[in-house]
């Protein structure tokens, strides 16, 4: 099996930084995709950055220049360093595995507060 934990959520002050991190543990396939997403109260997941084993990288449009993703393929562990952040940031922040052909995992979130 394959678990997914997540630290590194709080509470910021608009302007301010966090480094969200997601360590994976379990059969991990060589080839995957990390990502973080992230759900605001009454709004859908969205995809907020992606990177592969070979660290391609995607961001959403809303973070681009404020964000980072990078990984560490030998802890299996991606990270999201998040600059400038804004209140419309606010969400509960979530990590993927696209595991190969061993299917999809969640991490269990964690919250992200900026406030104004």
């Known amino acids: 099996q394959v678990q997914l934990v997540e630290s590194g959520g709080g509470l910021v002050q608009a302007g301010g930084s966090l480094r969200l991190s997601c360590a994976a543990s379990?059969?991990?396939?060589?080839?995957?995709?990390m990502s973080w997403y992230r759900q605001a109260p009454g709004k859908q997941r969205e995809l907020v950055a992606r990177?592969?084993?070979?660290?391609?990288?995607n961001y959403a449009d809303s973070v681009k220049g404020r964000f980072t993703i990078s990984r560490d393929n030998a802890k299996n562990t991606v990270y999201l360093q998040m600059n400038s952040l804004k209140p419309e940031d606010t969400a509960v922040y979530y990590c993927?595995?696209?595991?190969?052909?061993?299917?999809?995992?969640w991490g269990q979130g964690t919250q992200v507060t900026v406030s104004s």
């Open positions: 993927n595995l696209k595991n190969g052909p061993l299917g999809d995992y």
């Open positions: 379990g059969n991990i396939f060589s080839i995957n995709v």
């Open positions: 990177i592969t084993t070979g660290s391609t990288t």
